[in-house]
C-alpha cells in the first residue's frame, strides 16, 4: 500500500482501506508502525481497534475458563510458545559457547569458573528507528564477560552476529524479542565493531553496534 | 477547538511539543488527553490477550513520553505520534523481557485469569462482562466452523490464508464472520460508554 509520510487525515475510503489491512494483519512491518502512529489521536480508529482487542480478550477468557463452555486448548499457540523458550535458551547456550571460544576457558583468580555472575548488560534498542546509545546495567565490578542484548522487530528473522575475524553466528531471537550474546570484556574494542544484521519482509537490516568501550572500562 | 482538532486527527504536534517543552501544563493535559486512548489500544494489541499490566505500561509510556518533551528532547516534533508509538511498543517489548528473566513467560499468553490479581473490582467486572459478550456472541454465531475461524484467528495467531485453507471456506466468508464479530464487540464497547469518546 502507498506510504503517506506526513500525518495529515487520509481520506475516509483510504483510512478503511487501511484499517481493514491492519486489522487483518496484512499490513507489512514499515506499514504497520506508520499505520500504528498514524492512528493514534484518531478516536474512531482506536475504538475499531479496541473492538477488536475486546474480541481478541474476551476469546482468550473464554478459553480459559472451559466449564463456561469454553473453547479448545491453544495447543498450536501454546506449542509454539514452548518451541520459543527452547530455541531461545538454546541460542543463550550458544552464547556461553561463544564467550567460550572467544576467550578460552574462563579463569578467575586461577581457578576455573562455570558461573559469570551479575555481568555487565549493555542493550540495544533497534525498535524506534534510530541510532540511540544502548542502555548499560553496570553489574559485578570486573565482570570478565558483558552480556550483550539487541531488541530486535517482531518480524525480524535471521540474526546473525558478524564480529572482527569471525564467521558469522546464527542467534536466535527470544520470546519477548531480544538476540544475546555474551562477549569478553577484552573484545570490547576491536575494530570492526561487532554488527548485527537481521531481515525484515525481504530487506536486509544491518546495525553497528557501537559498545560504549571507554566508559565501561571507567566503570 | 482544540478538542474538535483531536477529533478529526489533526493535532498540532508541533505546537505541543514546543507548549511542552516550555513548561504549559495545560499541554501536558492536552498530551495526555490526545493520545491516552491510542496508546493504550496499542499497548493491548502488542500486549497478551487480558494482561493486567497494560494499564500500568499506558501510564508508563505517557509519563516518558511527557519527561521527554520536557526535556526538549524530540528533534522532530513532528514526528510525535511516531515516537509515542515506538516508546508503547518498546514497553511491551520490555515488560516481557523482564517477565522472561524472572521465568514468569511461559503458559501466560492462553491464561489471562491465571495472571497476577489486581485486585480491582471494576476489573473484574469488566472482564466478566467481555466474556459473557463473547460467549453470547458466539452462541450467535450458529455453525462451528465460525467459532473455529475466530478461534484459529486470534487465539493460534494463524493468518487469513491458513484459515481459510484449514477450514475450505473463501475469504469472503473469512471477513463476513469476523466483520460480524467485531461488529458486536463495538456493539459492547459503546454500551460501556468507551467509544463515546467518538
Known amino acids: ?95 556461553w559457547g561463544l564467550g567460550l571460544m572467544l576467550a578460552g576457558p574462563l579463569s578467575i583468580g586461577g ?77 570490547l574494542g576491536d575494530k570492526p565493531a561487532p554488527r548485527i544484521e537481521y531481515s525484515r519482509a525481504g530487506v536486509i537490516v544491518s546495525r553497528t553496534l557501537a559498545l560504549p568501550n571507554d566508559r565501561m572500562r571507567s566503570e | 477547538m482544540e478538542a474538535q482538532a483531536e477529533r478529526s486527527g489533526t493535532l498540532d504536534c508541533v505546537a505541543l511539543v514546543g507548549r511542552i517543552s516550555a513548561g504549559d501544563g495545560a499541554a501536558e493535559t492536552e498530551f495526555v488527553l490526545a493520545f491516552q486512548a491510542g496508546v493504550r489500544a496499542l499497548v493491548r494489541r502488542h500486549a497478551r490477550p487480558g494482561d493486567p499490566i497494560v494499564d500500568d505500561i499506558v501510564q508508563d509510556v505517557l509519563h516518558t513520553v511527557i519527561q521527554r518533551l520536557r526535556e526538549n528532547a524530540l528533534n522532530e516534533p513532528a514526528a510525535l505520534p511516531g515516537y509515542v508509538r515506538s516508546t508503547a511498543v518498546f514497553a511491551v517489548t520490555a515488560e516481557y523481557r523482564r517477565r522472561g528473566r524472572r521465568g514468569e513467560n511461559d503458559g501466560h499468553a492462553e491464561s489471562p485469569e491465571a495472571l497476577p490479581d489486581p485486585e480491582q473490582p471494576a476489573d473484574h467486572a469488566r472482564r466478566a462482562q467481555l466474556r459473557d459478550g463473547v460467549q453470547r456472541m458466539l452462541a450467535e454465531l450458529g455453525v462451528e466452523r465460525d467459532r473455529e475461524v475466530l478461534r484459529r484467528y486470534y487465539l493460534n495467531e494463524e493468518d487469513r490464508d491458513a484459515v481459510c485453507a484449514a477450514l475450505s471456506i473463501e475469504p469472503d466468508h473469512f471477513h463476513r464472520v469476523l466483520h460480524r464479530a467485531r461488529a458486536r464487540m463495538k456493539e459492547l464497547l459503546l454500551r460501556r460508554g468507551i467509544a463515546d469518546m467518538q
Open chain 1, 1 to 95: 500500500m502507498t506510504r503517506i509520510v506526513n500525518n495529515q487525515p487520509l481520506a475516509e475510503w483510504l483510512e478503511r482501506a487501511w484499517l481493514q489491512r491492519y486489522l487483518q494483519r496484512r499490513l507489512s512491518a514499515p506499514e504497520t508502525e506508520w499505520f500504528e502512529a498514524y492512528l493514534l489521536d484518531k478516536p474512531h480508529l482506536i475504538a475499531e481497534i479496541e473492538a477488536d482487542n475486546d474480541l481478541r480478550d474476551g476469546l482468550a477468557l473464554v478459553a480459559a475458563s472451559p466449564s463456561r463452555g469454553g473453547v479448545a486448548p491453544l495447543s498450536k499457540a501454546h506449542a509454539e510458545l514452548r518451541w520459543r523458550s527452547m530455541a531461545w535458551a538454546a541460542s543463550m547456550v550458544a552464547a
Open chain 1, 111 to 187: 581457578q576455573s569458573a562455570l558461573v559469570i555472575a551479575s555481568p555487565q548488560r549493555i542493550v540495544f534498542d533497534t525498535l524506534r528507528g534510530v541510532d540511540s546509545p544502548p542502555l548499560v546495567h553496570p553489574g559485578a565490578a570486573g565482570s570478565s564477560h558483558v552480556l550483550v542484548e539487541v531488541g530486535l522487530p517482531a518480524d525480524a528473522e535471521h540474526v546473525t552476529l558478524h564480529l572482527a575475524g569471525q564467521a558469522a553466528l546464527a542467534l536466535v531471537v527470544s520470546p519477548d524479542g531480544f538476540a544475546s550474546f555474551l562477549l569478553p570484556r577484552a573484545k
